[in-house]
């Protein structure tokens, strides 16, 4: 084990499945010389030249389509979209085109394209910088959502990314790139599909991804001083979803609450949320909470921007509600 | 034999189409490729062409109507269907009278009064006999909640948190879709249902569990039937809601109570000389089954579970000698024993239970069952329910016939679609 | 344009034969394929290739095993011209088990990646970029087979056009972009959609090789598509390529297109694609009567008989279907 950088787990997994692979191969604004806004992909022009590291003009639609064209014909291509904001200027090519196509041929046909990007607040990036964007892929049948909250988890998808069949929507955290964790030494491996529990608990299961995911666990540590054990789970990846461990956590807690960068509108967490009762409504001993964004774009200025999204607090009440600690408000009633 | 021309598709969301012109007319030949028709939508005209040829027996419009799209407008048919085709009887009116009034049984939902409480407390309270509307809440408004039934349902001495009396589960093959759990008799574990499962070639998850006391399972929380069932319930739910059971004997008993408990959904039923369903049990086998210290007193014992003692594995009386050796385990099942038998009498019933039960559901019994009588179980089922009397099997038919048993088992689970 | 090369400056009559029986194919596909669908056996959309036939019959002529097209909504021309199977072809379109895409794709988006067809679309001008990316698949790869895109005029004015035309251009891809200039976006005229519709001259502005050719001329469309081959083998892509050409009818199978002038209508049916093939074969091939009769019967049948295999087809299984869901 070796504690290292997110971005430098990111650049580890490109590197080492470049390596294994010479069919992969990355594209983006600045990613070649320049070694990509986050230093992800520094050194990886060096390594393995110009023809499989490079620069793009900027031109989203143009290069996610590229991306899925090289996908279809039996390339491993890897596009970085500076922020998940850009990825907007794609979304035909995805919703339509890297979504469809397996389906479109009967099963015949697969789309291995992986698109990196990074989404969330951090800084004052301001509105259009500053989106959290999974539900829209979230909703899209045939994309698979992978949002790793550690370097390690970071690693161990984006190697399993460029190694399945489907296209992928690998959404890193802006705020993460510098986050430190310890990675397993020699080939680490993570599977879609199989959630992580963070940190185990009997009272009340907080579900979280991405940077949430250490909002939660700040949470956590919190409401231990509390007598709370508070068991925090991240699915790692949205797309393929571990309802399993999600349920079962439930089933032992009998409280859920899910937590979202995201706008509550729309959100996956709604739709975690959907699941927990229909499938373990007889195991809940109070309605499951969701802590998420205002549904509101994310403005400028820094104090609002913290008000925009959850913080710590606003999950450890809404653990203690699920736990009918609190008086409780009756908003509506 | 006869070819209908169809009102053409001349739009994707049009409907109808308004006939300008027809140029056949009834008893003329027409040849492929003749153009038979003209329709026009709101965009435009179009010609019908023939596809096939033949006579024209029918022209269900006239010029000017208004024509269904994909609708027959030109039925072709030979020179006897002509002459058949004189007056063609319209289709059979619909039958008179009003549709079989269904008999909607609905099941009145206990309402907990004017307190609130949540779905967790609400099943406990069911599964403890509690009512809840005579429960002080302690939550929202004050709704009862867990920690209200909590201490309630451990005074009236059942199991109440769930979570600890979780039994020993296993899988015996991992798949998808619902999973089939298999639940095992008096006396025996996970592992008497080793062999069938490898015969089984269902996609599912095939899981076993272990009841109380049984196996590597804790003990019962307390004595009687209700208490297995409950272990079992709780067990289920903290692993989905949707299963395929099957059981053997007193656990098929216990499936059948599973079938009835709220939050589960039970897709199937595969029953094994199911206990619980008449009065009488060979007592002094019980007794005997407990009583054995040595091997060849066990071996003597269990070979009346079968009918042919050939039929019954050394491996599993091994099995069961050693697991007695390795614990207290003949003590703690004379202790569930004596909460489910009274002598040769079985203290439980489960009849009222599959009477309720609208799944499919086979019961397999062994003519020569020398424990629990076959033709006292076979005794006024519901017609839904399949009966696979096997003339050469005792009280392990899945052993006994283990093909067949998992052939059966299959059905089942496939028949619940 | 017109070019009559005769004597041994005739092309061959292999050629001429393929260019005919590919160009009546097309034909006989949507015209019969029009009278299913009126009689309810093809569902959904159908844009028929009528009148546009000579430009996926010269291009695909011009392509080797290995090389890649992208098609449009209108595609029934180009898989029929990249060789693909009649009997599969109208097995989709009756949504049959036995179609292309098993019945899941459609008119719109039959593919067949195992022969290098990445398949129909139906978004206007998404086969622009996917067709860049086969090309830069292929690039990375170190193979040099080339990637044909074929577009509309109606997709030149997305901005996906001019974005991976310009990154097949940085990166000299061995790809070929084919306008098909039919004048319409669905009933937009070019004239409206665009101040210059001489379309081939947007690839100028961007470094990119470009022609104009009469997509009505199979045999023109074929020979200048051998030179553009070379030069993208030889590493001197991406070539844009505008055919001109117009449709027979409207938009799809249920729009007369009575927007479409009358004797505009009337110039390019006298300048048919398919007629040319055949006089071409005849003049410049020596092909006879018999010859060309014994073509059309047999492409007739195989039309035929592509009709009873389909409808003998067994029909897709829901729970096939069910088991397919799972893995989304």
């Not at chain 1, 899910?258 to 373990?280: K, L, N, T």
């Not at chain 1, 913080?311 to 009633?333: G, N, P, T």
């Not at chain 3, 200039?181 to 004239?191: C, K, W």
Request: aromatic content about 6%; hydrophobic content about 45%.
């Amino acid at each position: 084990m070796r504690e290292i950088m997110y971005r430098d787990a990111l650049r580890e997994a490109i590197d080492e499945e470049m390596a294994r692979n010479n069919q992969v191969f990355i594209i983006g604004e600045g990613i070649a010389e320049r070694g990509g806004s986050y230093k992800v992909t520094e050194g990886l022009l060096a390594k393995y030249g110009a023809k499989r590291v490079r620069d793009t003009p900027i031109a989203e639609a143009g290069m996610i389509g590229v991306g899925v064209g090289a996908a279809i014909a039996g390339g491993r291509p890897i596009v970085e979209i500076l922020y998940v904001d850009f990825a907007m200027l794609g979304m035909d090519m995805i919703v339509n085109q890297a979504a469809k196509f397996r389906l479109m041929t009967g099963g015949s046909g697969s789309v291995p394209f992986v698109m990196r990007t990074q989404g969330g607040t951090g800084g004052g990036v301001a509105a259009q910088h500053s989106q959290s964007l999974e539900a829209m892929f979230y909703s899209v049948p045939g994309l698979r959502v992978v949002m790793p909250s550690t370097p390690a988890d970071a690693k161990g998808l984006l190697k399993y990314a460029l190694r399945q069949d489907d296209p992928v929507m690998f959404l890193e955290h802006k705020h993460l790139y510098m986050t430190k964790g310890m990675v397993p030494d020699g080939e680490h491996i993570v599977e879609f599909g199989i959630g992580d529990i963070k940190r185990e608990g009997k009272d009340v299961t907080i579900i979280a991804w991405s940077n949430m995911v250490h909002r939660a666990l700040e949470a956590a540590a919190e409401l231990a001083k509390q007598g709370i054990e508070a068991e925090v789970i991240d699915p790692r990846t949205l797309v393929p979803l571990d309802k399993q461990m999600i349920l079962k956590s439930v089933a032992k807690t009998k409280r859920a609450v899910i937590v979202q960068e995201a706008c509550r509108r729309g959100g996956v967490a709604s739709d975690i949320a959907s699941i927990i009762q229909a499938e373990a409504f007889y195991e809940l001993d109070a309605p499951v909470e969701i802590v998420a964004g205002l549904d509101i774009p994310v403005p400028f200025n820094l104090v609002l921007e913290k008000a925009s999204v959850p913080q710590k607090d606003d999950v450890i009440a809404a653990a203690r509600r699920s736990l009918h600690l609190d008086a409780y408000a009756l908003a509506a009633e | 034999m006869s070819d209908a021309i169809l009102c053409p598709q001349v739009g994707q969301d049009l409907t109808v189409a308004k006939v300008v012109a027809l140029h056949v007319k009834l008893g003329d030949t027409v040849k492929k490729g003749m153009i038979v028709a003209e329709v026009e939508s709101e965009k435009a005209t179009f010609e019908v062409e023939a596809f096939a040829a033949g006579v024209v027996i029918k022209l269900p419009y006239q010029v000017g109507d208004t024509a269904t799209v994909l609708e027959p407008l030109v039925v072709l048919g030979s020179d006897a269907d002509a002459k058949a085709s004189v007056e063609q009887p319209k289709k059979a009116p619909a039958k008179n009278g009003k549709a079989p009034a269904h008999e909607i049984a609905v099941a009145r939902v206990a309402e907990s009064g004017q307190g609130r409480s949540s779905p967790l407390a609400r099943r406990i309270a069911a599964n403890n006999g509690l009512e809840i509307d005579k429960i002080a809440g302690t939550g929202p408004r004050g709704a009862v909640v867990l920690r209200d039934v909590e201490g309630l349902a451990a005074t009236s001495g059942k199991s109440a948190a769930d979570s600890d009396t979780g039994l020993h589960v296993k899988s015996l093959k991992d798949g998808k879709g619902t999973p089939v759990v298999f639940i095992h008799g008096f006396g025996a574990e996970i592992a008497a249902w080793r062999q069938i499962a490898m015969a089984i070639g269902l996609p599912n998850t095939l899981l076993a569990v272990d009841l109380p006391g049984h196996g590597a399972s804790p003990d019962a929380t307390a004595p009687g039937f209700q208490s297995i069932v409950d272990a079992a319930t709780a067990t289920l739910h903290s692993m989905g809601s949707e299963f395929h059971l099957v059981g053997h004997s007193l656990g098929a008993a216990v499936a059948i109570a599973l079938s009835v408990q709220n939050g589960l959904t039970i897709k199937s039923l595969t029953l094994f000389a199911p206990a619980g369903m008449g009065t009488t049990v060979d007592g002094d086998f019980v007794a005997g089954f407990l009583a054995a210290r040595s091997e060849a007193a066990l071996s003597a014992q269990m070979k009346k579970l079968v009918n042919d003692p050939a039929d019954l594995p050394a491996s599993m009386i091994k099995a069961t000698q050693a697991a007695r050796e390795s614990g207290p385990v003949a003590q703690r099942q004379a202790k569930i024993a004596a909460g489910l038998f009274e002598g040769s009498t079985q203290l439980f019933s489960v009849r009222a239970e599959l009477s309720k039960y609208q799944g499919p559901c086979r019961i397999i019994l062994g003519q020569r069952d020398g424990i629990i009588s076959s033709s006292e179980t076979n005794k006024k089922l519901a017609p839904g329910i399949a009966v696979h009397l096997l003339e050469n099997a005792g009280h392990l038919p899945f052993l006994e016939e283990q093909n067949l048993s998992a052939r059966l088992i299959t059905e089942s689970v496939r028949s619940s679609g | 344009m017109a070019k009559t090369p005769s004597g041994e400056n005739a092309p061959p009559k292999a050629l001429l034969e393929k260019l005919f029986r590919t160009a009546y194919s097309i034909r006989v596909f949507e015209t019969e394929g029009i009278k299913l669908y009126r009689q309810g056996l093809i569902r959904g959309y159908f844009h028929p290739y009528l009148g546009q036939e000579g430009i996926a019959t010269g291009a695909c002529a011009a392509l080797s095993k290995g090389d890649y097209i992208a098609s449009t909504h209108r595609g029934h021309g180009h898989c029929i011209a990249w060789g693909a199977d009649i009997k599969r072809m109208v097995a989709e379109l009756l949504q049959k088990e036995t179609g292309y895409c098993r019945g899941y794709g459609g008119s719109m988006h039959i593919a067949d990646i195992t022969t290098g067809n990445l398949g129909a679309n139906g978004i206007v001008g998404a086969g622009t970029p996917l067709g860049v990316g086969a090309a830069l698949a292929a690039q990375v790869r170190g193979s040099d087979a080339v990637t044909v895109t074929f577009t509309t005029d109606g997709a030149t004015n997305n901005g996906t056009f001019m974005e991976s035309l310009n990154l097949a251009a940085i990166w000299n891809l061995n790809f070929i972009l084919i306008i098909e200039n039919n004048q319409y976006a669905v009933s937009t005229p070019i004239g409206d959609s665009t101040r210059e519709t001489d379309l081939y001259k947007r690839g100028t502005a961007i470094g990119v090789e470009s022609h104009l050719v009469d997509g009505n001329d199979p045999l023109a469309v074929h020979d200048l598509m051998v030179e553009a081959v070379k030069k993208c083998r030889a590493g001197q892509g991406p070539i844009l390529i505008e055919a001109r050409t117009f449709r027979h009818m409207g938009h799809h199978v249920n729009d007369p297109g009575k927007y479409m002038p009358e004797d505009k209508l009337k110039y390019y049916k006298e300048r048919d694609p398919v007629d040319r093939a055949r006089n071409d074969f005849i003049a410049m091939g020596g092909a006879t009567a018999a010859e060309i009769a014994t073509i059309e019967k047999q492409v007739q049948d195989e039309f035929e008989e592509a009709v009873e295999f389909s409808k003998n087809s067994p029909e897709v299984s829901v729970e096939e279907f069910r088991e397919f869901a799972a893995v989304y």
